[in-house]
């Protein structure tokens, strides 16, 4: 089932909610939204809006819609398997071995269940890191499950698992995508990147040649397109940012996911050249890059937002909990209890990571003019029926379980807790349906 936009492009106005602006307007209590034809119209108190469709959410929380800024949401399909299936074990391998049997339908089916676990947990913007494109057919799948989910979205553009190392990524094909963008973005909704293999990032099976690599980012960017790298996850991947730096390939148009290991100095080399960068500290940890260090990038002044990455590594997409880890995790290592507070964490997933996309002007705060992405959280439950302070609660109690509506480019795809266009059961049957296919051709 599909959003029409027709149909769900909504004037409502959202009343007498707990208002996480996260711009300068701050929070408002007991604040309104106004919502119509996809823009914020006003946020404040006791808003005129003539004819609107009005829902209560006296007692509950208004936020941003919450913001990924990467995930490999193909491989959705493979949630379980990060230990390894028949002779391929690990993340890696089992990426590589299972992956090379997918269909394009088989992507479609993978990146349909990440939208739709998105939704469910109150995420309304997307970084689909697509790295594994075995041909147009694949990008084209993976393109028409974010067209029809109702999120926005970044589109990176990549390569195949198990892509020989001494072959270019598909350059042809990522330039006939770019040049017929309009047909794949959903209405501005989606935009194009390259998700670039760099020197081979954090996989290690994956060590591309200078001559290769430096060819594939001059690409990316002879089409304008951002570009996104895997940089610095296991130790002995250190040193790739001060090998793009010496390079001249670092800039603000370059995200780099998984600083862990990066020195301090090349933290202050990325900051100094503008690189936006992702933390993903539940796939960090579980595939033992050691901790995320938020409180250091943030601290070089480094532009930074929250992951996804893979749920065969996080388990799932709960956003609420990549928060509240990567604040746990900020504090624990700067021993110091307000390293990185609540609304530090929210921002991250909010606001900050719309800008590490390029998005900013666009989502990540209830600000009038802007697009209308916007989550309500129900208090409703026990873990969040006291409500002290919401952002501190949204951060260390909510889950998506939680959420009880979801507005994404002022269309609403959950409402009373229920996706409004997806039918779960077909989501989950189909994606079923096509892992037992790809497992059967392993
Ligand atoms: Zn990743």
């Known amino acids: 089932m599909t959003p029409d936009p ?3 492009v909504v004037n409502l106005v959202i009343r007498g909610g707990y208002v996480v602006t996260m711009d300068s307007a701050g929070d408002i209590p007991g604040g309104d939204v106004h919502v119509s034809d996809g823009v914020i119209r006003a946020v404040g108190k006791n808003l005129d809006a003539p004819g609107a469709e009005v829902i209560d959410a006296a007692g509950q929380i208004v936020v941003p819609g919450l913001v990924d800024t990467h995930w490999h949401m193909w491989n959705t399909l493979l949630r379980g398997l990060s230990d390894g299936h028949g002779d391929h074990q690990g993340y890696f391998a089992t990426c590589v071995g299972v992956g090379r049997h997918f269909l394009p339908s088989d992507t479609y089916a993978g990146t349909r269940l990440a939208c739709a676990e998105a939704i469910d947990a109150g995420i309304t913007t997307v970084h689909d890191w697509a790295h594994n494109i075995r041909g147009l057919d694949w990008a084209e799948a993976g393109l028409r499950s974010l067209a029809e989910s109702g999120l926005r979205a970044r589109f990176s553009y990549g390569y195949e698992t198990g892509h020989p190392n ?15 963008w309009p047909a794949y973005s959903a209405g501005d909704r989606i935009h194009l990147g390259v998700a670039w293999r760099g020197t081979g990032g954090s996989n290690p099976a994956m060590r591309v040649a200078p001559k290769l690599y430096r060819e594939e980012i001059d690409a990316a960017r002879g089409l304008g397109l951002p570009v996104s790298v895997h940089a610095c996850g296991p130790r002995a991947a250190a040193g790739q940012v001060e090998t793009y730096a010496a390079d001249g390939l670092l800039g603000p148009d370059l995200q780099l996911v998984h600083l862990n290991n990066a020195s301090a100095h090349e933290v202050s080399l990325a900051a100094e050249a503008g690189c936006p960068v992702s933390v993903s500290p539940f796939t960090e940890l579980q595939i033992g890059y050691g901790l995320p260090v938020t409180g250091q990038l943030l601290a070089a002044g480094l532009r930074t937002g929250l992951s996804v990455d893979t749920t065969m590594l996080s388990g799932n997409a709960d956003m609420f909990a990549i928060m509240k880890v990567t604040q746990a995790c900020a504090n624990a290592l700067a021993y110091h209890e307000f390293e990185l507070t609540a609304r530090d964490a929210l921002r991250l997933a909010t606001i900050d990571g719309a800008r590490t996309l390029g998005l900013d002007a666009v989502t990540g705060s209830l600000t009038a003019g802007k697009r209308a992405d ?19 609660l949204l951060v260390t109690a909510a889950h998506p379980g939680n959420v009880d509506t979801v507005i994404a480019d002022g269309r609403v795809l959950k409402r009373n807790g229920v996706l409004t266009g997806y039918d779960v059961d077909e989501v989950t049957r189909s994606a079923r349906e096509a892992l037992s296919g790809v497992l059967a051709r392993v």
């Open 374 to 392: 916007l989550i309500i959280v129900s208090a409703g439950a026990p873990n969040l029926g006291v409500l002290t302070d919401p952002v501190r």
């Open 166 to 180: 001494d072959r270019l990524m598909a350059l042809d094909d990522l330039a006939q995508v770019a040049a017929r």
């Open 6 to 8: 027709a149909v769900s």
